[in-house]
C-alpha cells in the first residue's frame, strides 16, 4: 500500500492507473478504522481493480462545540488495518491541504433540502461540511465508484443528492451496517459510551427492527408501536 498525503501525489497515481483502464474504488473516512470501515474496502475490491481510501478529520463538519479537537487521530493504527486489507492507496491530506485559505472564504456545498432536517436540526453545519469535503475529495480521487456505509442514512442520501445535483461520473454504493454481536452499529464513536450506555445502546437498534418487523408484517397502528417501542 501507498500513502500519499498531497493532491498532486495522490491525482499522479490516479492518472497512471486511469491511463491503464483500472476501475477505481474510493472510501473516505476520518479514520479511527473500525470492521465497519474494512468490510468497505473489502467490497471496494470485489468490485473495482484498484482502492483507494482516505483518512481525514475534516473540520467543516464539526460543530463548534463537538469532538473536533478530540476525535481519535489514529493513522499508524489505521495504515496497518489498511494493508491487510489489500488496498492499494491511503490518501491522508492535512487540514491546510484540504482547505488552503481560511474555512469561511472557502467555497462551499450544501445540499438544501436534506441538510436541515433529522440529525441535521441539531448539527446546523454538518451535512453542508459533509458535502464539502466530499466533493472535494471526489475531485481529487476521480473515483468510479464510492462506497459509504448505510450507518449514516441521510449521510448517504446526502451524499447520492450532491452526485446527481453536481453530475459527478461516480456510482454510490451503499454497504448494509456491520454490527457488534448484541446489534450496536460499529461507530467510531461507541468509544464514547459509558459502560452503562453500552450496555442499553443495543435496545435501540433490536427495538426499531422489532417496530420494523411488525409493520413489514401489517401493523398500522403506529401510536400502538410507538407506545410499545418506549416500553422496551
Ligand atoms: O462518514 C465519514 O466518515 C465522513 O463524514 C466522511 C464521508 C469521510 C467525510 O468527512
Not at 498531497?6 to 479511527?32: C, D, H, K, S, Y
Not at 489489500?86 to 491541504?97: C, I, M, N, R
Request: aromatic content about 6%.
Amino acid at each position: 500500500m501507498q500513502t500519499v498525503h498531497t493532491v498532486a501525489e495522490l491525482r499522479a497515481q490516479v492518472a497512471v492507473w486511469r491511463r491503464a483502464g483500472e476501475r477505481i474504488a474510493f472510501v473516505p473516512t476520518m479514520g479511527n478504522l473500525h470492521r465497519g470501515h474494512i468490510h468497505l474496502v473489502e467490497q471496494a475490491r470485489q468490485r473495482a481493480s484498484r482502492t483507494v481510501a482516505s483518512i481525514f478529520v475534516n473540520p467543516t463538519q464539526f460543530g463548534p462545540n463537538e469532538d473536533f479537537a478530540g476525535y481519535p487521530r489514529t493513522l499508524d493504527a489505521d495504515a496497518r488495518q489498511l494493508v491487510a486489507a489489500g488496498l492499494d492507496l491511503l490518501f491522508a491530506p492535512s487540514v491546510p491541504g484540504m482547505y488552503p485559505r481560511p474555512l469561511a472564504a472557502m467555497t462551499q456545498v450544501t445540499v438544501p433540502e436534506l441538510s436541515g432536517i433529522l440529525c441535521g436540526a441539531s448539527r446546523p453545519i454538518h451535512f453542508s461540511g459533509v458535502a464539502t469535503v466530499v466533493s472535494k475529495l471526489f475531485n481529487m480521487a476521480q473515483p468510479d465508484i464510492a462506497l459509504f456505509g448505510e450507518k449514516d442514512w441521510q449521510h448517504l442520501m446526502v451524499i447520492r443528492r450532491l452526485v446527481a445535483d453536481l453530475d459527478f461520473p461516480i456510482d454510490i454504493i451503499g454497504v448494509p451496517t456491520v454490527r457488534e454481536t448484541d446489534g450496536l452499529a460499529m461507530s467510531s464513536r461507541n468509544a464514547y459510551l459509558s459502560a452503562e450506555e453500552r450496555a442499553v445502546a443495543p435496545i435501540l437498534y433490536a427495538t426499531l427492527a422489532a417496530s420494523a418487523a411488525r409493520l413489514r408484517g401489517g401493523e398500522r397502528n403506529y401510536q400502538r408501536l410507538a407506545d410499545e417501542a418506549k416500553t422496551q
